[in-house]
T-cell receptor
Framework: DSGVTQTPKHLITATGQRVTLRCSPR?????VYWYQQSLDQGLQFLIQ???????AKGNILERFSAQQFPDLHSELNLSSLELGDSALYFC????????????FGPGTRLLVL | AQKVTQAQTEISVVEKEDVTLDCVYE???????LFWYKQPPSGELVFLIR??????QNEISGRYSWNFQKSTSSFNFTITASQVVDSAVYFC???????????FGAGTQVVVTP
C-alpha cells in the first residue's frame, strides 16, 4: 500500500458526460501528479500540482482540468467524454517536485461507452 | 521523441530462470533520475528503485539487481531466480532535473511460468 488513495476504483459512463476523479496524497506529500494509461498512448503525464498551485502541464486535453485543495487532496475533472478517454487514471504524490520518488495510487479505471 | 526505450515487449521464462530487462534513456540534462516500477495484473504501479544520475553504483536487493551505465545511457534490471509472483509489466521511467514529471517507457511484460 503506497499510502495514496484514489476514488472511485471503477467508473462507467457515457459519451458527453463529465466525471470527477479524486486523489488523496500520502501524509506529508505536497506534490500531486496525474497520469493516464491507455493501450495506445501508454503512461502519459497529465498535470502536476504543488501545495495548491499548478506546477507543470503535460499532454492534458482542454476538456480535462484539475485542482489541488488546501487539504492537499486533488481532483481531476474530465468533461465531454469521448470513447478514447477510456483509460486507467493514476494519481501519484511526492514530498516535493525536485528529487523525490513518486508513489502511485491504485488508479481509477474509466470506461466511456 | 521517445526518451525512454524498452525494446523488449514481452519476456517469458520458466520459474527460477533469471530475467534481464533493458532500458535505454535519452536526456541532455546532467542531473536526472531513473526509476523502475512494477505493474502486476491487479493494476497498481509499485515503485522498485530510484537512481540519481550522479550515483552509478549498482545495487542488489534480494533477487533484484540494477545495472546503471551512463556511458551507454542504460539502466537495466535483473530478476534472479524468477518466481510466478514476478509476472507483471515492468516500466522504466526518467525524471529530468528541472521537471517533476516521469517519462515512462512502453513497458516489458514478464511472464513467469511454473
Amino acid at each position: 500500500d503506497s499510502g495514496v488513495t484514489q476514488t472511485p476504483k471503477h467508473l462507467i459512463t457515457a459519451t458527453g458526460q463529465r466525471v470527477t476523479l479524486r486523489c488523496s496524497p500520502r501524509s506529508g506529500d505536497l506534490s500531486v501528479y496525474w497520469y493516464q494509461q491507455s493501450l495506445d498512448q501508454g503512461l502519459q503525464f497529465l498535470i502536476q500540482y504543488y501545495n495548491g498551485e499548478e506546477r507543470a502541464k503535460g499532454n492534458i486535453l482542454e476538456r480535462f482540468s484539475a485542482q489541488q485543495f488546501p487539504d492537499l487532496h486533488s481532483e481531476l475533472n474530465l468533461s465531454s467524454l469521448e470513447l478514447g478517454d477510456s483509460a486507467l487514471y493514476f494519481c501519484a504524490s511526492s514530498v516535493n517536485s525536485a528529487q523525490e520518488t513518486q508513489y502511485f495510487g491504485p488508479g481509477t479505471r474509466l470506461l466511456v461507452l | 521523441a521517445q526518451k525512454v526505450t524498452q525494446a523488449q515487449t514481452e519476456i517469458s521464462v520458466v520459474e527460477k530462470e533469471d530475467v534481464t530487462l533493458d532500458c535505454v534513456y535519452e536526456t541532455r540534462d546532467t542531473t536526472y533520475y531513473l526509476f523502475w516500477y512494477k505493474q502486476p495484473p491487479s493494476g497498481e504501479l509499485v515503485f522498485l528503485i530510484r537512481r540519481n544520475s550522479f550515483d552509478e553504483q549498482n545495487e542488489i536487493s534480494g533477487r533484484y539487481s540494477w545495472n546503471f551505465q551512463k556511458s551507454t545511457s542504460s539502466f537495466n534490471f535483473t530478476i534472479t531466480a524468477s518466481q510466478v509472483v514476478d509476472s507483471a509489466v515492468y516500466f522504466c521511467a526518467l525524471k529530468e532535473g528541472s521537471w517533476g514529471k516521469l517519462q515512462f517507457g512502453a513497458g516489458t511484460q514478464v511472464v513467469v511460468t511454473p
